[in-house]
């Protein structure tokens, strides 16, 4: 069985974000970028089930720039045995890479596709529902637990009232949570291994997807900073400073 | 416990991707590709990418990268703001200063065809031109260990990942691979932790002068518009560090591109006053009128500090040993007298990559002794300049800013440097401090959040991050020394000499406890050089962690 894995280069979880003056973004030159924390779970996830037997190869795929070569490179070292590259320079919106990994998810013939459950840059968490709704495959969204069994998976799934548990056929697409594992650290024979294995580059023409900018993005600004806090002695001196700002 | 670790053999390692280090491995691919051979070339990084560990001022004299990329320019290098002006002030209180007239300013100190850059910048420029060249560059991978056969250098070892704070492996550790090579450079920049095994294993520094430290503060600000005056330099000594020989140390605020400046304090490490808190100092230097004229209305987009290796000719241990060769801040090539040690840096890494490349491509074995490398040395422009500079911060540390700046101005303007005696300072940073009974305790302003700063807010803007649960990379010889000899005597000095805030004296009743809070630790390595008991041992942490500087 083939699986897929999509990873996202993101501004990296350390980094401060600065907002541009123009308020068009954030700036992103000259910054660290790494592989979306939850992708990284998502590859995890397929290498733990490749060494299983249950999957016999991964395909790594990614949608962006020039520079998210070096993204694939780091799903090749996690175990991803090949990669597609979909160049597209533009900022790309979350209908049209879930059109583009869709279609390279049909052209590949893979059975199983892992995303992480959102990107930590825009947090839209909906690519993988998109490629699911697309593809007309069944979904399992914030995993926590997956076990792959013939031609059907069973995936535990976090929700609010505790733990849900579904089956679903396969081919399907599946969405990776926090605590699904704990992605391993890189080793340097494979991180040199993964600059010979293969990347095929391919355009969103190749795949047949035009890129619709269904959203328009009016402003993007920083949070406004927190007041400083104030002390207070008594109950009755809290209760008159919430009604005095109307808050009771 | 023996752990099995992967192998990985190069021809020749190099530890540290600064410039030192990325001029070294592009000079020696460079020289494959010229006699037409090969050979391979291995950088490893602590930092979580290249340049995340680099801060610098920086104005940069092209003189090293003029001769490795003649072509810089068309290659796209980072030099984007030649220096236009050049303002020197001494300050005399916290409200007053004297401009000097270009005239009294020792040669040293003019920048005509010098650029303000980014070496952060510059740096990951030069990764890429490396990688270009065959290079393999790995980031998030420390050296943690140097390998020793026979009194022979054979290679390092990277440190391990995944193991919990009490040195236990976990559920992910993984050992760390060993790099073996014919020869292997060290280019950890300023008091780098194996370097420092290096020079008391092979004794490179027995006929030096003690080393000769400084602490460099800096901070990235964006400014109004309308204040911005790209290609302006303004260096400073004497006020908040006083005019004596107690404290000395300099300031430089400079223009960048984009609305950008730099600035930043240097704190010379043989400050004698236990009670001095460089990061401090900085916050209150901000509020020179010269200085706070520029920032005001500005915000704060970076901070870090490091420690800067300054000791200069006079303090050079041996280069090379047996297998391998120190190179770059890790040898201590900065010219003080400049304030500059990039150019420096990466011509140095230059001659040992070209001493090295001479003898490869003749089919050398290695775990010999350079000795090409001291040779060269000699003969090059970089030893002329260091020569030339010796006296410049001994004069500095023995006779204060006032009579050493008048020493180095005879020195420098009327015999070129080449004044016949020398000085030397061979008191280590380390014994300086003078015991708390003696000396003032300084009362420093509060931070007011606008032009100064406390250190957390400030750590916090220089995204340091280490693995939570990994072990304390900062190590006590003796664990007893802080709280029972450092702290009556000195007023335990490293609460304010880290710039990070990594270490506390908790008081919990009448018990007093010592605390590391080493994920704070921006790697500066000021603790190590610093401590009057010399109790604080610097290591490696687990790869990545650490600052992580965008354009520092």
Same mark, same amino acid.
């Given at each position: 069985?083939?699986?897929?894995?999509?990873?996202?280069?993101v501004?990296?979880?350390n980094?401060?974000?600065?907002?541009?003056?123009?308020?068009?973004?954030?700036?992103t030159?000259?910054?660290?970028?790494?592989?979306?924390?939850?992708?990284?779970?998502?590859?995890?996830?397929?290498v733990?089930?490749?060494?299983?037997?249950?999957?016999?190869?991964?395909?790594?795929?990614?949608?962006?720039?020039?520079?998210?070569?070096?993204?694939?490179?780091?799903?090749?070292?996690?175990?991803?045995?090949?990669?597609?590259?979909?160049?597209?320079?533009?900022?790309?919106?979350?209908?049209?890479?879930?059109?583009?990994?869709?279609?390279?998810?049909?052209?590949?013939?893979?059975?199983i596709?892992?995303?992480?459950?959102?990107?930590?840059?825009?947090?839209?968490a909906?690519?993988?529902?998109?490629?699911?709704?697309?593809?007309?495959?069944?979904?399992a969204?914030?995993a926590?637990?997956?076990?792959?069994?013939?031609?059907?998976?069973?995936?535990?799934?976090?929700?609010?009232a505790?733990?849900?548990?579904?089956?679903i056929?396969?081919?399907?697409?599946?969405?990776?949570?926090?605590?699904?594992?704990?992605?391993?650290y890189?080793?340097?024979?494979?991180?040199?291994?993964?600059?010979?294995?293969?990347?095929?580059?391919?355009?969103?023409?190749?795949?047949g997807?035009?890129?619709?900018?269904?959203?328009?993005?009016?402003?993007?600004?920083?949070?406004?900073?927190?007041?400083?806090?104030?002390?207070?002695?008594?109950v009755?001196?809290?209760?008159?400073?919430?009604?005095?700002?109307?808050?009771? | 416990?023996?752990?099995?670790?992967?192998?990985?053999e190069?021809d020749?390692?190099?530890?540290?991707?600064?410039?030192?280090?990325?001029?070294?491995?592009?000079?020696?691919?460079?020289?494959?590709?010229e006699?037409?051979?090969?050979i391979s070339?291995?950088?490893?990084?602590?930092?979580?990418?290249?340049?995340?560990?680099?801060?610098?001022?920086?104005?940069?004299?092209?003189?090293?990268?003029n001769e490795?990329?003649?072509?810089?320019?068309?290659?796209?290098?980072?030099?984007?703001?030649?220096?236009?002006?050049d303002?020197?002030?001494?300050?005399?209180?916290?409200?007053?200063?004297?401009?000097?007239?270009?005239?009294?300013?020792?040669?040293?100190?003019? %920048?005509?065809?010098?650029?303000?850059?980014?070496?952060?910048?510059?740096?990951?420029?030069?990764?890429?031109?490396?990688?270009?060249?065959?290079?393999?560059?790995?980031?998030e991978?420390a050296?943690?260990?140097?390998?020793?056969?026979?009194?022979?250098?054979?290679?390092?070892?990277?440190?391990?990942?995944?193991?919990?704070?009490?040195?236990?492996?976990?559920?992910?550790f993984?050992?760390?691979?060993?790099?073996?090579a014919?020869?292997?450079?060290?280019?950890?920049?300023?008091?780098g932790?194996?370097?420092?095994?290096?020079?008391?294993?092979f004794?490179?520094?027995k006929?030096?002068?003690p080393?000769?430290?400084g602490?460099?503060l800096k !901070?990235?600000?964006?400014?109004d518009?309308?204040?911005?005056?790209?290609?302006?330099?303004?260096?400073?000594?004497?006020?908040?560090?006083?005019?004596?020989?107690?404290?000395?140390?300099?300031?430089?605020?400079?223009?960048?591109?984009?609305?950008?400046?730099?600035v930043?304090?240097?704190?010379?490490?043989?400050?004698?006053?236990?009670?001095?808190?460089?990061?401090?100092?900085?916050?209150?230097?901000?509020?020179?009128?010269?200085?706070?004229?520029?920032?005001?209305?500005g915000?704060?987009?970076?901070?870090?500090?490091?420690?800067?290796a300054?000791?200069?000719?006079?303090?050079?241990?041996?280069?090379?040993?047996?297998?391998?060769?120190?190179v770059?801040?890790?040898?201590?090539?900065?010219?003080?007298?400049?304030?500059?040690?990039?150019?420096?840096?990466?011509?140095?890494?230059?001659?040992?990559?070209?001493?090295?490349?001479?003898?490869?491509?003749?089919?050398?074995?290695?775990?010999?002794?350079?000795?090409?490398?001291?040779?060269?040395?000699?003969?090059?422009?970089?030893?002329?300049?260091?020569?030339?500079?010796?006296?410049?911060?001994?004069?500095?540390?023995?006779?204060?800013?006032?009579?050493?700046g008048?020493?180095?101005?005879?020195?420098?303007?009327l015999?070129?440097?080449?004044?016949?005696?020398?000085?030397?300072?061979?008191?280590?940073?380390?014994?300086?401090?003078?015991p708390?009974?003696?000396s003032?305790?300084?009362?420093?302003?509060?931070?007011?959040?606008?032009?100064?700063?406390?250190?957390?807010?400030?750590?916090?803007?220089?995204?340091?991050?280490?693995?939570?649960?990994?072990p304390?990379?900062?190590?006590?010889?003796?664990?007893?020394?802080?709280?029972?000899? %450092?702290?009556?005597?000195y007023?335990?000095?490293?609460?304010?000499?880290?710039?990070?805030?990594?270490?506390?004296?908790i008081?919990t009743?009448?018990?007093?406890?010592?605390?590391? %809070?080493?994920?704070?630790?921006?790697?500066?390595?000021?603790?190590?050089?610093?401590?009057?008991?010399?109790?604080?041992?610097w290591?490696?942490p !687990?790869?990545s962690?650490?600052?992580?500087?965008?354009?520092?």
């Amino acid at each position: 069985m083939k699986a897929l894995v999509s990873v996202k280069r993101v501004i990296d979880y350390n980094v401060r974000i600065q907002v541009k003056p123009d308020g068009s973004g954030v700036v992103t030159d000259g910054v660290k970028h790494s592989v979306n924390p939850f992708d990284e779970i998502a590859m995890e996830e397929a290498v733990r089930l490749k060494e299983k037997g249950k999957i016999t190869e991964i395909i790594a795929v990614t949608v962006g720039g020039a520079k998210c070569e070096e993204t694939l490179r780091t799903a090749l070292a996690f175990g991803a045995d090949r990669a597609v590259h979909v160049k597209v320079d533009e900022e790309i919106q979350s209908l049209t890479a879930a059109q583009a990994l869709a279609a390279v998810f049909k052209k590949e013939g893979t059975e199983i596709f892992f995303l992480g459950k959102q990107a930590i840059d825009d947090d839209a968490a909906q690519t993988g529902q998109m490629v699911a709704a697309l593809l007309d495959l069944p979904q399992a969204t914030f995993a926590s637990k997956v076990e792959i069994d013939g031609g059907k998976a069973t995936v535990t799934r976090e929700v609010d009232a505790g733990l849900e548990t579904l089956e679903i056929d396969l081919p399907a697409i599946i969405t990776t949570d926090l605590r699904l594992n704990e992605p391993r650290y890189l080793k340097l024979p494979d991180i040199m291994k993964a600059k010979k294995k293969p990347i095929e580059v391919v355009s969103l023409a190749d795949l047949g997807v035009t890129a619709a900018a269904a959203l328009k993005r009016v402003k993007v600004a920083t949070p406004p900073k927190r007041s400083k806090g104030v002390m207070v002695k008594t109950v009755d001196e809290l209760v008159t400073a919430l009604k005095g700002k109307g808050l009771i | 416990m023996t752990v099995e670790r992967d192998v990985m053999e190069y021809d020749v390692v190099i530890v540290g991707a600064g410039p030192a280090g990325l001029a070294a491995a592009c000079r020696l691919k460079q020289k494959a590709a010229e006699a037409g051979g090969e050979i391979s070339v291995c950088v490893v990084e602590k930092g979580s990418e290249v340049g995340a560990h680099i801060l610098s001022g920086a104005v940069f004299e092209p003189r090293a990268l003029n001769e490795l990329f003649p072509n810089w320019k068309e290659l796209g290098a980072p030099l984007e703001t030649p220096v236009k002006r050049d303002d020197i002030y001494l300050f005399t209180s916290e409200s007053a200063s004297i401009k000097l007239p270009g005239l009294f300013v020792p040669k040293t100190m003019h %920048n005509e065809g010098n650029y303000i850059i980014s070496l952060g910048k510059l740096v990951r420029w030069l990764a890429t031109q490396a990688e270009g060249l065959g290079v393999d560059i790995i980031p998030e991978f420390a050296a943690q260990d140097v390998i020793i056969e026979d009194g022979i250098v054979r290679g390092i070892t990277i440190g391990d990942k995944g193991v919990d704070r009490h040195g236990k492996q976990t559920a992910d550790f993984a050992p760390g691979p060993e790099l073996r090579a014919k020869y292997t450079f060290f280019a950890e920049g300023c008091r780098g932790h194996i370097g420092k095994r290096l020079l008391k294993d092979f004794a490179l520094d027995k006929d030096a002068d003690p080393q000769h430290y400084g602490i460099g503060l800096k !901070e990235l600000w964006k400014i109004d518009p309308a204040k911005h005056q790209p290609g302006l330099v303004v260096h400073g000594a004497g006020w908040p560090l006083g005019l004596g020989s107690e404290s000395t140390g300099g300031s430089f605020l400079y223009h960048l591109e984009d609305n950008l400046i730099a600035v930043g304090l240097i704190v010379d490490l043989s400050y004698s006053n236990p009670y001095l808190s460089p990061f401090d100092e900085f916050q209150r230097f901000k509020q020179h009128p010269v200085i706070k004229q520029h920032l005001e209305g500005g915000e704060r987009l970076s901070y870090g500090a490091r420690a800067i290796a300054k000791g200069g000719y006079n303090s050079l241990p041996k280069m090379a040993f047996p297998g391998g060769a120190l190179v770059g801040c890790d040898l201590g090539t900065m010219n003080f007298s400049k304030i500059k040690g990039s150019h420096t840096a990466m011509k140095c890494g230059m001659l040992a990559a070209e001493a090295a490349a001479k003898v490869l491509l003749a089919g050398a074995e290695g775990g010999d002794v350079l000795s090409g490398y001291p040779t060269e040395f000699k003969a090059s422009w970089l030893h002329e300049e260091l020569y030339c500079s010796r006296n410049f911060g001994p004069a500095l540390h023995k006779f204060g800013i006032l009579f050493g700046g008048a020493f180095n101005w005879v020195d420098q303007n009327l015999f070129g440097g080449k004044i016949p005696l020398t000085l030397h300072d061979t008191t280590p940073d380390y014994l300086t401090l003078k015991p708390a009974a003696q000396s003032t305790k300084i009362e420093y302003p509060r931070p007011d959040g606008k032009l100064t700063f406390d250190k957390l807010s400030s750590v916090f803007l220089s995204s340091t991050n280490h693995e939570e649960e990994q072990p304390v990379h900062l190590k006590l010889a003796d664990p007893s020394i802080p709280i029972d000899k %450092n702290l009556p005597m000195y007023d335990e000095p490293a609460q304010r000499y880290c710039p990070a805030g990594v270490y506390e004296v908790i008081a919990t009743g009448a018990e007093k406890r010592f605390q590391i %809070n080493a994920q704070n630790c921006v790697h500066c390595k000021t603790c190590d050089i610093k401590d009057p008991a010399q109790n604080i041992t610097w290591i490696a942490p !687990e790869g990545s962690g650490g600052p992580n500087y965008a354009a520092m």
